[in-house]
């Protein structure tokens, strides 16, 4: 098992930026993958980064480069840097973590709010 614990939430204005960090415990040599999704009223949970342990990110379209995940292994920590924030940023961001091919975990969420 692996516990995924979020912070770094919170309401910010549009324009600005915040940064996520997501710290894991449990069977962490069993993670292969490490990233955030997202999930705002109404829709559907949506893919925002990844970050393999070899360093292979990859991120959602729409982004268009404002986000940037990252990772320290050392610390079991991965990190979401979001900058020129946007109100359609407003979600609900969640840390994942997958294990093998199959498995993943998920974290207790953490409420992002852009305000115009």
């Known amino acids: 098992q692996v516990q995924l614990v979020e912070s770094g939430g919170g309401l910010v204005q549009a324009g600005g930026s915040l940064r996520l960090s997501c710290t894991a415990s449990?069977?962490?040599?069993?993670?292969?993958?490490m990233g955030w999704y997202r999930q705002a009223p109404g829709k559907q949970r949506e893919l925002v980064a990844t970050?393999?342990?070899?360093?292979?990110?990859n991120y959602a379209d729409s982004l268009n480069g404002r986000f940037t995940i990252s990772r320290d292994n050392a610390k079991n920590t991965v990190y979401l840097q979001m900058n020129s924030l946007k109100p359609e940023d407003t979600a609900v961001y969640y840390c994942?973590?997958?294990?093998?091919?199959?498995?993943?975990?998920w974290g207790q969420g953490t409420q992002v709010t852009v305000s115009s």
């Open positions: 970050e393999t342990n070899g360093g292979y990110t």
């Open positions: 994942n973590a997958k294990a093998g091919v199959r498995i993943m975990y």
């Open positions: 449990g069977s962490i040599f069993s993670i292969n993958t």
